[in-house]
């Protein structure tokens, strides 16, 4: 039983919510795993952790703006949230 | 069910129908091939037919071995050494770094260089010298035939199929236990392949889920990278020296004459340490005061997973400068062990590898299954004829593609037997001719055939009578039979006989159950028929006189012609530039590959773009569409290439993307001009 079109999005909205998936995503946990590596003590640990969590974590807010309403929406929260990580690194280092 | 959570559910269950869709092929063909990757060695072990014996092998005299490499020329002074222990090939990988002495090193010596030595005999050879049907195999399990963008195209097809695991398992996750039990073979198709689909998929989740983040990993390490670097403010030395000790290197010493021996490190090693398995061997700061010897290994016992161990001599003292234990746990080293061995399934012997095989196999009946559900479920009459066709289509094309992949690999294996000795050097290309032309060639005949039933039972059918081939011609040829291999206990050699006369067996099994289904109704000429209403209706309804297509698509045509004459004079760029403009191995003749390109770029597009005002006919329709599609995967590789390697030349990366954009235009124009056609054609 293919999935109910009614509830899937079309066009340029499914266009943004794979796009923030991928390039926002992958921005999102890489950053995240940044600021972690600059606050933790241990950066190797960070690091080699990574390995695997860098994707995990890739893929769950991958997975997150496709429950999302709007595409556009998750842009914007993708946004504030990288630049909110850009802000922490710039003030801790 | 509340409607949000009724929104989430279809909403994952659309991500995992398409993720899995769009990555099917490929992840079949990944899966198929990695299942004989672990078993590579052993293939070219087989293949070579020399007596294994890898004790012996292992053995190595360190000494002898660089007498050897000194005497094919290699100046080793200021070197790094990396040295590979042999597996069932029997080889010594050797890897010399760039010499890191920046001033008494001329530039000759300041390149890579890897080679093997042989383990018994120590003679030198080639990396490529004898090209087996185990790299092959392996090197398209990750796509490594395509050039620079291969491994991130397998990369990505993990990233996805980790997407398909995780939503599969949502949209699983309330009755993941419920559904593992049920099993309906008497009813009818599409029930049986849901079944199979989550029972099996059940099963092999940890597996699959193990192999879809390790993949992300080993093939798109640059993602952690980036990050990682950054932490580190950019200082890689400091990076590698704290995440990957192993690969520390060490400030130059003073050049010296006096070089003692490399032998004696690795039995005392051993007798430290019982069990121990060397992996790798570094030999540091080769010629110098401080040169030193480096063992890296696994300790093969049952206490722990991975106990990986590292000893560093110096080699002038002949005393133990530093060591890690292989008993001290150590979470930095471990996590990369860890992957390592998840993938590469070396951690438990053959049993084992024969689990992970097996398991490689039933991911690859979980993927056609879920192709086979996708299918079945849009048989329906509500769906249009055209949209019919061409799910008709895609399953043919998949079925085609991945059943034909087991004949195919068996016959290649049989020709990698047959080949004499006498013939490596050119044994890479007839490997490829063996490998893809021929599977090319199957794959379209099967495509064509149009009955995934018909396609299943021959491929089959031929895979198995082939696979049982291949230990008769290996016996004949070598006289390596089976049973005088197990008996000689050459495990290696016997063991990729068995695994064909293993999968043949059940093959054979398999096919005396299978039943020839129903045909499909409505059949492929019905389709075709009730397609042409459709598009007549359609283009009868457009109010609007549009032009016709082929004007739009000899327009096209010509712009990619331009494109690529546009694309040409970049070679000429760089005079401006005072670039240096003659190539370094030019002769004066054009070569014969270059009016090939030529021919084949602006030639054929300037003769599609007049051709399609004037020629009607289906086969030219068909040439000319494959040939965009092509053109149009050439055009986003050479793309990607360029960002990736000369993101700077910033007009031709413009350029580079308008003509995808072209041939994106171009390939969508095909498709409304194949209506006009269908409609056209017997008016």
């Known amino acids: ?93 | 069910m509340s409607s949000e959570s009724k929104r989430n559910y279809h909403v994952f269950f659309h991500l995992h129908t398409v993720s899995g869709i769009v990555i099917s092929t490929a992840l079949f063909v990944i899966f198929f091939c990695g299942a004989f990757a672990l078993i590579k060695d052993e293939i070219t072990a087989w293949e070579k037919g020399d007596k294994v014996n890898v004790e012996e092998a292992i053995d190595i005299d360190y000494d002898r071995a660089i007498e050897v490499i000194k005497s094919e020329d290699y100046e080793l002074y200021g070197r790094d050494l990396r040295i590979l222990v042999p597996d069932a090939k029997q080889e010594i990988y050797f890897q010399l770094s760039e010499s890191q002495d920046t001033i008494k090193a001329p530039t000759k010596e300041d390149k890579l260089y890897y080679f093997f030595i042989d383990a018994h005999d120590y003679t030198w050879s080639e990396y490529y010298s004898f090209y087996s049907i185990g790299e092959l195999v392996y090197r398209l399990h990750f796509f490594s035939q395509i050039p620079y963008v291969g491994i991130y195209i397998a990369g990505f097809v993990a990233f996805f199929f980790l997407l398909a695991i995780v939503s599969g398992v949502i949209i699983h996750w309330k009755k993941i236990v419920s559904n593992f039990y049920v099993f309906r073979p008497k009813a009818k198709a599409k029930t049986i392949w849901t079944d199979a689909h989550t029972a099996l998929g059940v099963i092999g989740l940890p597996f699959q889920f193990v192999f879809a983040v390790t993949s992300c990993f080993l093939c798109m390490s640059i993602f952690v990278l980036a990050p990682a670097s950054l932490i580190y403010n950019g200082d890689q030395d400091k990076l590698l020296e704290e995440v990957r000790p192993m690969m520390r290197t060490y400030e130059l010493g003073q050049p010296t004459e006096n070089i003692g021996s490399l032998n004696g490190f690795m039995e005392d090693v051993q007798s430290r340490w019982e069990g121990f398995t060397p992996v790798q061997v570094y030999i540091r700061n080769y010629g110098t005061d401080n040169m030193m010897f480096q063992v890296d290994g696994m300790l093969m016992n049952q206490k722990k997973f991975v106990a990986h161990g590292r000893a560093i001599y110096d080699v002038a003292s002949r005393e133990l400068i530093a060591e890690k234990l292989p008993d001290e746990p150590n979470y930095l080293e471990g996590v990369e062990a860890t992957v390592r061995a998840l993938h590469f399934g070396d951690w438990g012997g053959y049993p084992l590898k024969m689990v992970y095989f097996i398991l490689a196999l039933i991911t690859c009946f979980v993927i056609i299954s879920g192709v086979l559900i996708w299918l079945t479920a849009r048989e329906k009459k509500n769906i249009s004829a055209s949209q019919r066709l061409f799910n008709r289509k895609v399953g043919h094309s998949f079925i085609a593609i991945c059943m034909s992949l087991y004949p195919v690999t068996a016959f290649a294996m049989i020709v990698a037997r047959v080949l004499p000795r006498s013939m490596d050097d050119s044994r890479q290309s007839l490997l490829y001719l063996a490998f893809f032309i021929v599977g090319t060639i199957v794959t379209l005949f099967f495509r064509f055939k149009r009955s995934n039933y018909f396609t299943t039972k021959y491929t089959l059918l031929s895979g198995a009578v082939l696979g049982l081939l291949i230990p008769i011609v290996n016996g004949l040829i070598s006289g390596n039979w089976v049973w005088t291999m197990i008996a000689q206990n050459q495990v290696e050699i016997a063991l990729v006989d068995l695994i064909w006369i293993g999968m043949s067996a059940i093959v054979l099994f398999t096919l005396t159950k299978i039943k020839k289904p129903e045909p499909l109704s409505p059949s492929h000429k019905e389709l075709l028929a009730q397609q042409k209403e459709e598009f007549t209706a359609e283009s009868t309804s457009q109010t609007e006189t549009e032009k016709p297509m082929k004007y739009k698509i000899a327009i096209l045509w010509l712009a990619s012609a331009i494109g690529y004459i546009l694309h040409g004079m970049y070679g000429l760029y760089g005079v401006y530039y005072h670039e240096n403009m003659m190539m370094d191995d030019a002769t004066g003749h054009v070569p014969l590959s270059h009016h090939l390109w030529r021919v084949g770029l602006e030639g054929l597009a300037f003769l599609f773009s007049v051709l399609c005002l004037e020629v009607k006919v289906r086969w030219f329709y068909w040439t000319a569409f494959t040939w965009a599609i092509l053109q149009g995967m050439f055009n986003v590789y050479h793309f990607f290439t360029a960002l990736m390697y000369e993101a700077s030349n910033v007009s031709e990366i413009v350029a580079l993307a308008v003509m995808v954009l072209i041939s994106i235009f171009l390939i969508k124009a095909f498709r409304e001009w194949n209506k006009e056609l269908i409609v056209w054609i017997e008016k």
Request: aromatic share 16%; hydrophobic share 55%; glycine share 6%.
């Open chain 1, 1 to 93: 039983m293919p999935a109910n079109p009614k509830y899937l999005s079309s066009g340029p909205d499914r266009a943004a919510k794979i796009t923030a998936g991928l390039i926002g995503g992958y921005l999102l946990s890489a950053m995240f795993h940044y600021v972690l590596g600059l606050l933790v003590e241990n950066k190797a640990a960070v690091v080699a952790t990574s390995v695997y969590t860098l994707y995990m974590l890739w893929m769950v807010f991958f997975i997150i703006p496709f429950m999302m309403k709007s595409g556009a929406k998750a842009w914007v929260y993708y946004l504030v949230s990288i630049v909110l990580l850009v802000t922490i690194a710039y003030l801790i280092r």
